[in-house]
């Protein structure tokens, strides 16, 4: 997610736009920029590709005054980490900086080229600030109505901060599904993607709402609803929290924070990609034709740790949409082995860092062997995507904690868009089935955050009662067995309690022997095709002394009966199920580690990236 800083005060302001985007670097990020309308009336930019120290290299080299300006770290999603994409972007007098996506950018742009406009970058961001300018010169509107007017016809997820060298000592801003924070000083005021960027300026904020335009000068603030412009109070809030506490929005850890960002998250990754009016999945990153699918003779999904678990769900997705069954291979284990490969196969490389080590050493050994290649992957330009014909990107943004959580669901939501996507091309998925699915796809970033709004006292609860304990199990079937193997590693990652997922069938299988009344076992039984099933298992367990935690639909009123714990989750569509199930499974672990004072965004022995071997 993209770091944004904006100030119009009495003071020269490069510095503070600088110190606060030092602020910011945690959020991750592969460009940095500012624009600062200096003291003659000019708008000056400046950017640099790569880390803040080159940003701060080139302005010494070519330094900048002025007390209005705007700032950003860049997380690229539409268009390589160059400079010419860093922000901010211009059009004549107006400079514009910008978190999220602007799903109809193609469409504004066409339109804008036909009055003229024409453009240096990739980005969709550079789209709005052409808009803008085209309402400030052809329409003759003052700047915040310009960007009131430009922000309407906006579809997606944006904060975004303008500038405008004919308005000096005026920033606007405006949100909607990324944060946009303002600050209000004495004679001076800021705009900040976080308040991280803010505390040492002012702890008044005011956290802007999705919908909201709001105007900065050095003397005071106007805030204005996007849809009407009707004027709207402005009631800052004093924040007490410390620097450490911003970066992390006011949550104890990072991971904490990145579970809460996954409806943003997931809504993201499938923000464009889905459209209910034609009843389709748009993926132009996949290059895959009908007969290319028909011809494959095996596909590969090929991984490591959560990732593969993610994978794992993948398949069931393959098989249920597309009648496709493709193997899922840990990288480590895939790269010694002879499987067979040649052109007839699709290797599909699934990491979040696109740096993955085995799982780029597969890749690199499919490809020798003429295997068609696509990534899912949430950096941009890294090195998986740049050997791959072809990516889905997720939009997860920076994820700082080494337990996988939001990078986790966005591969599977991607994974699951893929699979839609594959079966209406080979035609095994009627108009019927697609809606049903995309439907249900499209509601779960609100059932997610329906979820984590019901709170977790539960969670802190089980958390006192077991965290002594020294093993723990996890069962799950269908596609809620690789939630129970997601579940146990995020335990064992945070936690470092033993745990162990299994197939709920296989439990007769050995794992029995196991329970006995000091092992808890975490039993995934929601109201889906193998609920009978599951119950019998859980009845097992409890027969045996074994305590347990089920997690239910609610409703079901039998649920907690055999129970020591029962956790609930809203009920979803047997597909979506293992999306929404993996937000208690990863309030399970957090709450444990915490409870037990481990470091929960820093566990001993794990890197965040594995890029050696």
């Not at 100030?7 to 736009?17: R, S």
């Not at 919908?211 to 805030?223: D, F, M």
């Not at 034609?278 to 003779?297: G, H, I």
Request: net charge negative; hydrophobic share 40%; glycine share 10%.
């Amino acid at each position: 997610m993209c770091g944004i800083i904006g100030y119009v005060g009495p003071d020269l302001c490069a510095d503070t736009l600088i110190g606060a985007l030092s602020k910011l670097e945690y959020r991750g990020y592969d460009s940095a920029g500012i624009a600062v309308i200096d003291e003659g009336g000019a708008l000056v930019t400046r950017r640099a590709e790569g880390k803040l120290g080159n940003l701060v290299k080139r302005l010494r080299e070519e330094p900048v005054d002025g007390r209005t300006g705007i700032g950003h770290t860049r997380w690229a999603t539409h268009g390589a980490p160059t400079e010419s994409n860093a922000h901010p972007h211009r059009s004549g007098s107006i400079a514009v900086i910008h978190n999220g996506i602007i799903e109809n950018h193609l469409e504004l742009k066409a339109e804008l080229r036909e009055h003229g406009h024409e453009f240096t970058s990739e980005t969709d961001t550079e789209v709005f600030a052409h808009l803008v300018d085209h309402y400030r010169t052809v329409r003759g509107l003052a700047l915040p109505e310009a960007v009131r007017q430009a922000v309407i016809r906006l579809h997606g997820a944006y904060a975004v901060v303008v500038v405008d060298a004919k308005t000096p000592g005026m920033l606007v801003g405006a949100r909607m599904a990324s944060p946009l924070v303002l600050g209000v000083g004495e004679g001076a005021n800021y705009l900040a993607s976080d308040a991280a960027a803010l505390l040492s300026h002012t702890r008044d904020m005011v956290f802007i709402e999705d919908g909201q335009v709001v105007t900065l000068t050095p003397g005071g603030v106007e805030l204005r609803d996007v849809a009407s412009g009707e004027l709207l109070p402005v009631a800052p809030v004093h924040v007490t929290w410390s620097p450490a506490m911003a970066e992390k929005g006011g949550y104890k850890h990072f991971m904490l924070k990145e579970i809460h960002e996954q409806p943003r998250a997931i809504g993201d990754t499938l923000r464009g990609r889905v459209s209910l009016e034609r009843n389709a999945v748009n993926l132009p990153e996949v290059p895959l034709t009908r007969d290319d699918l028909a011809s494959f003779r095996q596909i590969y999904v090929v991984a490591c740790g959560t990732s593969w678990h993610a994978g794992l769900v993948g398949r069931y997705l393959f098989e249920d949409l597309a009648g496709l069954s493709p193997h899922v291979e840990l990288a480590s284990e895939l790269r010694y082995r002879k499987a067979p490969m040649d052109e007839r196969t699709l290797f599909i490389a699934v990491s979040q860092s696109g740096e993955t080590a085995d799982t780029l050493a597969a890749l690199r050994d499919a490809k020798a062997k003429g295997a068609r290649c696509i990534a899912i992957c949430n950096v941009l330009g890294s090195s998986i995507p740049r050997e791959c014909e072809g990516t889905v990107y997720t939009h997860a943004g920076p994820e700082i904690g080494v337990a996988s959580t939001k990078a986790f669901t966005t591969q599977v939501a991607a994974l699951h868009l893929i699979a839609l996507h594959f079966g209406r091309l080979l035609g095994r998925l009627d108009d019927g089935a697609m809606a049903a699915e995309l439907a249900a796809l499209l509601h779960v970033p609100s059932v997610i955050e329906t979820l984590l709004l019901a709170g977790e006292a539960p969670y802190e609860e089980i958390a006192r009662a077991w965290h002594d304990r020294t093993s723990m199990l996890f069962l799950g079937r269908g596609s809620l067995f690789p939630m129970a193997l997601e579940g146990a590693l995020k335990l064992k990652e945070i936690s470092y309690i033993h745990a162990e997922g299994y197939a709920a069938g296989e439990m007769k299988h050995g794992p029995i022997a196991l329970i006995d009344e000091k092992t808890p076992t975490i039993i995934l039984n929601p109201r889906d095709g193998h609920y009978a099933k599951v119950r019998s298992n859980l009845s097992e367990v409890r027969a045996r002394s074994g305590p347990v935690c089920v997690v239910a639909t609610e409703g079901d009123a039998d649920a907690g009966d055999a129970a020591t714990f029962c956790l609930t989750v809203p009920d979803v569509p047997e597909h979506v199920l293992p999306l929404v199930m993996a937000v208690p499974m990863q309030l399970i672990a957090y709450h444990m580690a915490d409870f037990k004072g481990t470091d929960v965004d820093q566990p001993r022995n794990l890197a965040k990236s594995v890029t050696v071997e």
